[in-house]
């Protein structure tokens, strides 16, 4: 039997639909859906490491949607295939108010990112940050990448040049590296000038803003003793 998930109605579908889209321009991939409690916890991959000398920091895009039938499950799928299916829901006839029934594509074992998990309690809340100030360090980083890196190049080199980019710490943000901010800000994250909050828990740190969640695994050595 395929498994399915409703959303409460035709805008949760439109939001979904525009969070994996954004995350699709960013890495196409895959997403990880985690149902549970009458909630779908949707997570993208916006920057991982690519074997154990790449200092690239896991940085992950969550969104969250109600759902109203019960439903169990954490799959993977392919971010697309997904995509497809929510644009044709999106182009059916019905009355928008109603909610809607999403089947998963077929799951897939190759996204080495979604093997971890992060944690859903024991967070300690940190002063917030200015989503302005996010924005700009991400501008700067993107402004950088595309100066430093000519129009023909190869995908060693460029994953290099992001890697050495994005795994920079932000200045008076501690454990948050550049990279945060750019998945924030290219996940429509920062559309509002509510503060950021900040969250930390063991490797991990999470943003917080109206729009969604960052989260970002440190290396174990970048830890302080």
Same mark, same amino acid.
Do not use: C
């Given at each position: ?19 994996? *889209?954004?995350?699709?321009? #960013? ?36 969104? *969250? ?40 594509? #077929? ?37 950088? #990448?595309?100066?430093? %890196? ?41 559309? *509002?000038?509510?503060? %950021? ?16 969640? #960052? ?11």
């Amino acid at each position: 039997m395929s498994q399915t998930f409703s959303l409460v109605d035709s805008l949760a579908l439109d939001d979904l639909h525009t969070f994996l *889209t954004r995350a699709a321009h #960013i890495e196409e991939g895959s997403v990880r859906l985690i149902a549970g409690s009458g909630v779908l916890a949707a997570y993208v991959a916006v920057l991982y490491p690519v074997g154990l000398r790449d200092e690239t920091p896991t940085v992950l895009g969550l969104r *969250t949607f109600a759902l109203t039938q019960v439903a169990t499950f954490d799959a993977v799928v392919p971010l697309r295939a997904l995509i497809e299916r929510l644009v044709r829901l999106q182009n059916a006839e019905r009355d928008r108010s109603e909610e809607v029934t999403v089947g998963l594509p #077929i799951e897939v074992n190759t996204a080495t990112w979604a093997a971890i998990s992060p944690p859903r309690g024991g967070w300690l809340t940190l002063d917030p940050t200015d989503p302005r100030m996010l924005e700009a360090v991400s501008r700067a980083g993107i402004d950088e #990448i595309t100066a430093a %890196v000519p129009d023909e190049i190869g995908e060693k080199i460029l994953r290099r040049v992001r890697s050495e980019v994005w795994s920079r710490p932000i200045e008076g943000l501690e454990h948050v590296p550049a990279g945060a901010a750019f998945a924030a800000m290219t996940l429509g994250f920062l559309a *509002t000038d509510a503060p %950021v909050t900040i969250h930390e828990t063991g490797p991990w740190t999470r943003l917080t803003s109206p729009g969604g969640h #960052i989260l970002v695994r440190r290396k174990p050595w970048t830890l302080q003793l």
